[in-house]
């Protein structure tokens, strides 16, 4: 028995001590896994695709696989917190998995999150036409995401022509040395690495033809009975609705002349019929005479009787910058305009008056001359995105000064005049093509901004006081007695012979589509000559 109780009382402490032991050794939880690889989704187009693998900055192996759809694409080694990863050559519209590996020893300790990304289903990379001339085009080539593989190819007609690389969301080119009347062909591939890996939309062009026709027919219209009656500007909305502005009288009743001149002529496409615009001044309501005229609509129309007067479809109002502050004492009234929108819209004149207005605010824009501004005009310009905007100023009968200037809505600045002798007085323009200055001779450039020598054109022996076109083959002048010049791309025609005044000018003009009217005055008499092509 007493064998027994010590046999149990060694097992019972055996037990004890086997229990108490077995607490002490059970091991700890293990540590909570922290993942210290990532990968996102930077872009996605049609046939490619950028990652981001980021690593944690306290890992210290920092060597990762990515894998696609459990083929690996990259080995690599993460040196900066992150790195980016381009995967090419996939399928539009199609469906990838991608999942990135931390390597110890080439053996995975570590995975990001899975990604499913699919691709697009259209391109990018877009390609369109802006312009078109007789030997030129002007194309944009746009690419629509946040790649930043950016280079691109572009052909004509199936041969490589330039190459280069897209700086933000598109870029312009312009192709020359085309052949006039000619259809092309062109398309836009981005590259990588050698490889096309995108192809923009294919797009046709033609190019103008280098003639128009010369074949105008003219008629000749004489308004007011007399007493210095002339007009001074004309704008053509269509051939139906022709508006010139000037001063005009009529006889009365008695055979004496109404002291209230009529100040714009309207053609209908039958007649041509006489108006007053009247205005509100001081309390009374005058008719002043109009020197200049340019409209945005029929219901949107801008006219110059020395100060702004403008049509909103229901009344005229009359903006008096000597008045409002805006001009001083030794600032001159404005006689002709242009703009691009009533929110856009610049005025010059006398004593080197320059200014704009922005649908809100007048401001007058020092122009560093005390010589008339005789004439301004614009044109878009495709290369910087924006309008280019030029005027001449000159002192007629006074001197052979002349200045001409690019005018912004901040400040003018002045532009070569070499090879100009004499006085100048109208300016026209295709930008980026040809620029014209026309007066006592007439002069044409390729680049308005360089200093070289104005071209003289030996157009006429008339002094010239207008030049405007529809395009570079198809454009107008006017000048002294009647001299109405048309250029078709080749050659210039006179039609003085039929257009021929005795004694008076033709001041200003303008040509929309076939049509071309041309304002002054035969004295004592308001003219004006209009040209309709066949």
Known sequence: MLTKFFISLVTLSVTLILSACRETITPPNPPKYVQNIFLSAVDTSVTELTLKVAIAESVEQRAFIVKRDTQTILSALCSALDTTVTDTALLPNHNYTYKAYRLKNNVAIDSS????????????????????????ATLKIAINDNSTNRQYQLTRNGQLVTAGYVNGNDTTLIETQLAPLTTYTYTAYRIANGQVIDTSNTIQLTTQDDTTSHNFTWQIDTLGDGASSGLSDVFIFDENNVWAVGEMYLRDSTGGFDPRAYNVAKWNGINWTLER????YHGNLITPPLEGIFAFSPTDIWVSSGVPIHWDGQNWTLYHLFDMGVLGQNDGSVSKLWGTSSQNIYFVGRNGTV????????????????????????????????????????????SFE?????????????????GIPYSIEGIWFKSDQFYYTVGAWQYSKKIITSSATWNPLNVTQYYTYAIRGNQVNDIVLCGAFGEIQHFNGRTWKSFRSTTSITYGNLYRLAIRNNLVVAVGEEYPRAIIVRGKRR
């Open 277 to 280: 615009i009247t205005v509100l």
């Open 402 to 418: 002349k200045k001409i200037f690019k005018v912004t809505s901040a400040n003018v600045s002045p532009l070569s005049t070499n």
């Open 113 to 136: 999150q899975t990604l499913t990304i699919t691709t697009r289903t259209y391109s990018p990379l877009v390609l369109s036409v802006l312009d078109t001339g007789i030997n030129d």
């Open 355 to 398: 200014v704009h207005y922005n649908g809100t605010t007048w401001h007058k824009i020092e122009s560093g001359t005390n010589l008339e501004v005789y004439d301004i005009y614009g044109d878009w310009n495709a290369n910087i995105n924006d309008y280019e905007i030029y005027a001449v100023a000159a002192q007629l009968d006074v």
